[in-house]
């Protein structure tokens, strides 16, 4: 949910275009060729409102399918869920192994609002009423019968013919895949929730404390004492610190603080720590100047190589209610102030971020971009999916070690629910389907660059074993229902 799942992040991820690039989201898409398996995009008229038996309304939804390793007519197909942000493509990462080894189509569905598949042309709040997680459910379900249908068309199959499914998601997305599990047990035979935010959080202290065990004493303390720095900084000479880190356009002073601390989060999640740790150590070591090197960071790695730019935290830019390709910043934060929260305060002893990054803030932020009565009911979302406490079966759980998401994900393992921790330095978000370092970003999946690649590889090694038993299951169910 890059971080506001510094979800606005890397996986569309980049967007998870250029979200994976802010660590506040997590979508799909990298535009280099070979990045994709496709970009061919294609169309479906999706139900705007899937809880009213009186409205009628439908839009178009963009979608996207690799059938080269489908094995016709009776091979599974592979669902990747785009999370929130622009879906551009089916990337080339890990899932395109699996889709070979199991001789799978793969499509791809765009989650409802954002990147092509607007409903409306405004994005005021009163027209985001059907942005959630219930209708992107309900969304990723009609789409399934409407694709297997026309499957069944092209095939020249006759009557109620189902191939085997199989979900997969990352962050945000992952999330949507466990909970279809969790809503839909017949519509798939099993999931895989890869770094999967499954548990709202109202206050999210638990994010900021894995940034300081992820970076270790050394450079956790070097984090802390630039924070204040900045902060200093904020008071004596407004105007200049924020040119040093390029972020003159953020007038709200606890806005730019959010932004510095969500850079440094970057380096975390995206299995990147050494980019961080070893200047700012090394200039604590030396006397150097830490705001200047953590600026640096920002500048040449943050905004160089992953593309952040502070006008994602400007609310000037979040409160724009046209339809841009920088949409998807508002319209998560949208899903944040209603549904999710993760609210990434504080914590109240040993903190790395200002405390004024606190819930007031965040609830003010909702307030300021959305009005009156926008609130997030983490409660009820909790109720509704049960949490880390999900009761469902044949769902796949995997997190990096070094991610601060894993915490709003399901840490412990059961027989009908495995969840697999990679541990190793670089290990963050989705180390399972991106491989890792992510920087740029690498969408192929390669574990080769990881610091440990063997423990990425034993983890996929038990997705591939789930996925191979589910699979043969579900088969048996569908030629038995025959």
């Known amino acids: 949910m890059a971080t506001a799942i510094g979800f606005l992040i890397l996986l569309s991820y980049l967007s998870l275009s250029h979200g994976l690039v802010q660590p506040r989201r997590i979508s799909h898409g990298l535009s280099a060729s070979g990045k994709y398996l496709t970009r061919d995009e294609l169309w479906f008229n999706q139900t705007l409102d899937h809880f009213s038996p009186y409205d009628h309304r439908r839009f178009r939804q963009r979608y996207y399918e690799y059938l080269d390793h489908l094995r016709v007519p009776d091979g599974p197909i592979f669902l990747m869920i785009c999370g929130e942000g622009p879906c551009n493509g089916i990337p080339n990462d890990y899932i395109s192994v699996l889709a070979k080894k199991f001789e799978a189509g793969v499509v791809s569905l765009e989650h409802r609002y954002y990147g092509k ?13 059907y942005l959630s997680s219930k ?8 789409f399934r019968g409407y694709y297997q249908e026309s499957l069944n068309v092209k095939l020249n199959r006759s009557g109620k013919v189902d191939n085997p499914w199989f979900f997969f998601g990352a962050s945000y997305s992952g999330a949507l895949s466990a909970w279809f599990r969790l809503k839909f047990p017949h519509l798939t035979c099993g999931s895989l929730a890869s770094s999967a935010v499954v548990r709202a959080v109202y206050e999210f202290p638990e994010f900021d404390q894995q940034i300081g065990e992820s970076a270790g004493p050394e450079c956790k303390a070097a984090l802390q004492e630039t924070n204040k720095l900045v902060e200093l900084a ?18 709200v002073d606890t806005d730019f603080l959010y932004f510095v601390a969500d850079a440094q989060v970057m380096a975390f999640q995206y299995g990147n720590p050494d980019k961080l740790c070893v200047p700012l150590v090394e200039a604590k070591k030396n006397g150097g100047d830490l705001v200047e090197a953590y600026a640096k960071y920002v500048r040449e790695f943050c905004f160089g190589v992953f593309g952040l730019s502070a006008k994602t935290y400007s609310r000037k830019h979040l409160l724009d209610t046209a339809i841009t390709p920088e949409s998807s910043d508002r319209l998560w934060w949208f899903q944040v102030c209603t549904e999710v929260a993760y609210f990434q305060v504080a914590p109240a002893n040993d903190s790395i971020r200002s405390h004024q990054v606190n819930t007031e803030y ?24 049960g949490g880390d406490r999900i009761a469902a079966t044949k769902i796949v759980f995997t997190n990096g070690s070094q991610d601060p998401w894993r915490h709003a994900s399901k840490q412990t393992s059961s027989p009908d629910l495995p969840s697999y921790i990679v541990t190793c330095h670089n290990c963050g978000h989705g180390s399972d389907l991106r491989g890792c370092p992510q920087s740029p970003m690498i969408i192929e999946g390669d574990s080769k660059n990881c610091s440990s690649p063997d423990a990425v590889n034993k983890v996929r090694q038990h997705i591939v074993e789930h996925i191979d038993l589910w699979l043969s299951e579900c088969r048996g169910v569908l030629r038995s229902s025959i």
């Open 117 to 129: 598949s607007s409903p409306f042309n405004s994005l005021a709040t009163e027209n985001l009423k």
């Open 135 to 142: 209708q992107a459910l309900s969304d990723l379900a009609a």
């Open 234 to 251: 904020l008071k004596v000479n407004n105007k200049a610190v924020k040119v040093l880190f390029n972020a003159t356009e953020l007038d």
């Open 362 to 385: 965040h609830l003010n932020l909702c307030k300021t971009l959305f009005g009156e009565g926008v609130y997030p009911e983490v409660d009820a979302t909790n109720l509704y999916y």
